[in-house]
């Protein structure tokens, strides 16, 4: 996987347009100024904890003596759990704030931006290659900057594609990162064939 690769595979996971109306849920009664505040601190504090998982996932698998295959095949059925919920959502807000209260960390940054998938694919991505963090670190970068730019623009976004659009772009994204988690889940599962049968 390349450098791109990685990073269209990260933002959608993020999935920033699917996030989009919970965003504007949450911030909705805030005063706009103090709106532009909070997200600019949500992103930042996701990207701090995007690195840190990006950085040490590898030590967290060593500490647990966790086989690469087991990562592989468990990153894609990750993924694949999350594309289908992209394709098929789930009724109602998970943003779990009340109405007023200004969010911290909890639902914005984590898990909407920093969310259980897309750490789970930063830890994938250092134990498949921990030579190239550098080129991770760039698609983790990239994909960051993507998602930062659909939030900050949030309402020209809502009001181009409307509620249908979303949903729509948001079923497409699914149906992408279906194919990337089947192909995940082959390669992990073909690798620990090919390691069992060596030995």
């Known amino acids: 996987m390349d450098i791109w ?3 269209v595979m990260l933002i959608l996971i993020m999935d920033p347009l699917g996030n989009l109306p919970i965003f504007m849920s949450v911030l909705k009664s805030i005063e706009p100024r103090r709106r532009r505040f909070i997200l600019v601190r949500e992103l930042l504090l996701a990207l701090i904890i995007l690195f840190i998982f990006l950085y040490s996932g590898q030590a967290v698998l060593d500490f647990l003596n ?3 295959e087991s990562v592989s095949i468990a990153g894609g059925i990750i993924l694949f759990l999350i594309a ?7 009724a109602g807000n998970p943003s ?3 109405v007023g209260e200004e969010p911290f960390i909890v639902p914005l ?3 909407l931006i920093a969310g259980p998938s897309t750490l789970a ?5 250092s134990n498949q290659h921990p030579d190239r963090m550098t080129d991770w670190a760039i698609a983790l970068g990239a994909a960051w900057a993507v998602s930062a730019v659909i939030l900050f623009f949030s309402g020209a976004f809502h009001r181009l594609l409307g509620e249908k659009g979303l949903a ?3 079923r497409l994204m699914g149906m992408i990162l279906i194919m990337i988690a089947i192909q995940m889940l082959l390669d992990g599962v073909g690798n620990y ?3 069992t049968t060596a030995g």
């Open 168 to 170: 729509a772009v948001e």
């Open 84 to 90: 289908i919920r992209m394709i098929f959502p789930q």
């Open 66 to 68: 966790v086989r690469q």
């Open 121 to 125: 694919a930063l830890i994938l991505l």
């Open 96 to 98: 779990g704030v009340a």
């Open 109 to 111: 940054a984590i898990p």
């Open 5 to 7: 690769s990685a990073a």
């Open 193 to 195: 064939i090919a390691t």
